[in-house]
C-alpha cells in the first residue's frame, strides 16, 4: 500500500507500550518536522492488551503523519515487521523500537549514509549499552555465535534500530524471529551492509518482554535455519531488460 511522495517511512512494532508511544512520537516529530524530506511514522500494534492501541489511534488522528495498523493479537516481531515494510511508502525505511530506547536522532544520519552511496542498510550497533548483564551478555553470545555460522560479520545484530532502501526488504522469507538476521539476509541478496554507532538509552517506562529463554536459545537455534538459506538461496541480478538501455558506469540492478 504505502502514501506517494513519501522519502522516508518509520516503522515502529509495539507490544503494550502504553506508558512510552507518546514521548517516543514526540520526539519523532521533532527530530523529522526539521528536515526536508517528506516523512511518515507506521505503528503496528501487535496484539497489546493496554491502551497501546487507543493512544496510537489518537496520535494518529492528531497527526496526519503518523499511520497505524492493528493485528487482531499478538503475532510477534517479525510479522509486526513485514506488516509494516509491506505498507511503508518510503524509499528509505527506518526502524525502531517503541520502548523509548532508541533515539530518533539518529534516523537522519544514517540516512544520509545510504543516501550519499555508501550502503544500502545501515545497522545500528549499541557502543555504550543501557541494559542490564544479563541482556549484555547474552547479546555477545547471540552475535558472536550468528556471525560464525553465516559467515556475516554484524556488530550488533540484536539492535532494533537500522534504516535501508526498501529494496533490502523486498521478497523476504518471513519466520519468527527474522528481524534479528536482517542484516545477513540483506547481504545474501547483494545488498551492501554498513554499521554506525547510535545513541542507546534506558527504556522510558514499562518491563522489557526480553528473557533468555525468549531470545537467546530461539535466536541460536534460528541460525541454522538462516545459514540453510544460505547454503540453498538462489540469487541474480538483472543486467538489461528489453526496452531498456544499458545501466550507467557504476549503476546497479534490482535483484
Same mark, same amino acid.
Request: net charge positive.
Given at each position: ?23 517516543? +512520537? !514526540? ?8 528536515? #526536508?524530506? &517528506? ?6 500494534? @501487535? *496484539? ?29 516481531? +517479525? !510479522? ?8 511503508? #511508502?518510503? &524509499? ?6 517503541? @520502548? *523509548? ?40 553470545? #547471540?552475535? &558472536? ?111
Amino acid at each position: 500500500m504505502g502514501q506517494a511522495g513519501i522519502d522516508l517511512s518509520i516503522v515502529i512494532p509495539v507490544k503494550d507500550e502504553a506508558e512510552n508511544i507518546s514521548a517516543v +512520537a !514526540a520526539e519523532i516529530n521533532s527530530v523529522m518536522d526539521r528536515q #526536508g524530506r &517528506a516523512w511518515e511514522c507506521i505503528w503496528v500494534d @501487535d *496484539g497489546s492488551t493496554d491502551r497501546s492501541l487507543e493512544i496510537i489511534r489518537g496520535l494518529c488522528a492528531a497527526h496526519p503523519r503518523h499511520r497505524f495498523i492493528s493485528f487482531e493479537k499478538n503475532f510477534g516481531k +517479525a !510479522a509486526a515487521l513485514m506488516a509494516a515494510f509491506e505498507e511503508a #511508502g518510503g &524509499a528509505l525505511i527506518a526502524m525502531m523500537d517503541g @520502548d *523509548g530506547q532508541n533515539d530518533p536522532a539518529d534516523i537522519l544520519p544514517l540516512a544520509d549514509m545510504i543516501e550519499s552511496g555508501a550502503a544500502d542498510m545501515v545497522n545500528g550497533y549499541r557502543a555504550r549499552r543501557k541494559d542490564n548483564l544479563v541482556r549484555k551478555i547474552s547479546s555477545r553470545i #547471540g552475535n &558472536a555465535f550468528r556471525n560464525r555460522v553465516t559467515g556475516t560479520t554484524v556488530r550488533d545484530a540484536g539492535c532494533g534500530f537500522r534504516v535501508f532502501r526498501r529494496e533490502c526488504v523486498r521478497s523476504l522469507p518471513v519466520f519468527a524471529g527474522m528481524h534479528r538476521f536482517l542484516p545477513t539476509l540483506a547481504v545474501l541478496k547483494g545488498f551492501r551492509l554498513a554499521e554506525a554507532p547510535v545513541n542507546h538509552r534506558p527504556r522510558m517506562s514499562g518491563k522489557s518482554k526480553y528473557s533468555i529463554n525468549n531470545r537467546l536459545w530461539v535466536g541460536l537455534a534460528d541460525t541454522f535455519g538462516v545459514l540453510w538459506l544460505q547454503k540453498r538461496a538462489v540469487t541474480y541480478r538483472i543486467a538489461a531488460r528489453s526496452g531498456e538501455g544499458p545501466p550507467a558506469s557504476g549503476g546497479r540492478r534490482d535483484p
